[in-house]
């Protein structure tokens, strides 16, 4: 029989999925679960996407689309960059794609060649490192622990950034919620600017879910000069409750957005029409939805991080975006639940999940096995519940 590509054997399934397949496993059959696993939003966009949408099937071309994207969701998207901050950009500098995720994925295949060198803090989304292992893209992982608040420091850049290609930087912080403050970015930028031959990518998908007034804030706005190597990664799935309808863009120099479109020529060929006319409806629309989903999420993140840092011997920093939390449960290794020993956060998530019945993502998937990932988009129902359970999990650990 013939044989897979090789690098089939570097590709890996998502951890996040195998953990939330799991959960919906044991809940079809019969158990009571809660989880926190998966980084859903868990609402739906206003009526207007819909309205949007339905108008687009009524006057459906059947035909294709343009590679980068059609004009009224360039235009859509460059109306949303301004309103982050981001000025000076053309419908040039834009392309789309089918989800932050292949946006991601065909940025790697056109910035960086086999062997190259990509550097990025831990902990990180889980997807970053697969992407790099079947691109067979050398990486070069910053560590930075909850001692230092999950926040990469100047001097770590700086001292990793030497010989490398591309750095990506993800702000707010999947899968920690940290967000880095003006100051933070500032000190970033300039050292990025000492080194001149690094692209920079920013997954930003979360910048319009930041709490406590901090902001949003990036490195073309610290130091202008860096425009022409940064590229903003954007997406509707989280700042609109659309994961499903998988749109995502760049704002990139416009030498790396023409080559994007080329990508999609050979790749994807187009966002669907029906899929474009939604997210313009998402990004141009009345924004209630996404406002009153932000200041929900705060106040989620309040209950979660209360209940997280009153366990003894915890540790999580602050979240301030995102919807997740990321506490460090080291303190459990070495104890038992009902007799079964914990050693590792897998060991503790498998126990916890069997226990209590409450699925978390061991942090591990995101480069620091001394944690565990929770995403607070359950139910609001399940919230306090779901906390509670892991507050008398690690109360009966002995």
């Not at 490398?164 to 930028?189: Q, R």
């Not at 003894?312 to 997740?324: H, I, K, N």
């Not at 459990?332 to 897998?346: E, L, T």
């Not at 998937?365 to 001394?370: C, Q």
Request: aromatic share 8%; charged share 20%; proline share 7%.
């Amino acid at each position: 029989m013939p044989k897979l590509a090789t690098r089939m054997s570097r590709a890996k399934p998502s951890a996040i999925m195998q953990i939330a397949e799991k959960a919906k496993q044991l809940k079809a059959s019969g158990r009571d679960i809660i989880s926190f696993s998966i980084g859903v939003p868990n609402f739906l966009p206003g009526p207007h996407v819909y309205e949007a949408a339905r108008k687009a099937l009524d006057h459906d071309s059947g035909q294709y689309g343009s590679n980068r994207g059609p004009d009224a969701l360039l235009d859509a998207f460059l109306k949303h960059l301004e309103q982050g901050g981001l000025n000076g950009y053309t419908r040039r500098n834009i392309a789309t794609g089918i989800g932050a995720k292949h946006v991601l994925y065909t940025l790697g295949e056109l910035l960086l060649d086999p062997g190259d060198v990509i550097v990025f803090p831990v902990p990180y989304w889980t997807t970053y490192l697969d992407i790099a292992e079947i691109l067979d893209v050398q990486t070069r992982l910053l560590p930075c622990p909850s001692a230092q608040n999950y926040k990469l420091t100047p001097a770590q850049l700086d001292a990793a950034l030497p010989g490398a290609k591309a750095f990506l930087f993800n702000n707010p912080s999947n899968p920690t919620g940290m967000v880095y403050s003006k100051d933070e970015i500032a000190a970033l930028a300039d050292v990025l600017v000492r080194h001149p031959d690094v692209w920079i990518i920013c997954d930003d998908i979360y910048n319009r879910m930041v709490f406590d007034g901090i902001g949003y804030h990036n490195f073309v706005q610290a130091r202008p000069e860096l425009r022409e190597r940064v590229i903003h990664v954007d997406s509707i799935s989280k700042t609109y409750g659309m994961p499903g309808w998988r749109v995502g863009f760049i704002a990139a120099p416009e030498s790396v957005a023409n080559a994007f479109v080329t990508m999609n020529s050979n790749h994807i060929t187009n966002v669907p029409e029906v899929v474009n006319a939604a997210a313009v409806a998402a990004l141009s629309g009345p924004q209630d939805v996404t406002t009153s989903k932000c200041k929900e999420f705060a106040e989620r993140r309040d209950l979660v991080y209360n209940a997280l840092v009153a366990i003894p011997g915890v540790v999580c920093p602050r979240p301030q975006g995102a919807f997740y939390a990321f506490p460090n449960i080291s303190v459990a290794f070495g104890k038992s639940h009902n007799g079964n020993k914990i050693s590792n956060d897998v060991e503790f998530c498998a126990a916890l999940l069997e226990a209590k019945g409450v699925a978390c993502v061991p942090g591990s998937a995101f480069g620091d096995p001394n944690a565990l990932r929770i995403s607070y988009t359950c139910p609001a129902e399940q919230l306090a519940p779901g906390m509670k359970r892991v507050q008398e999990f690690f109360a009966e650990l002995t």
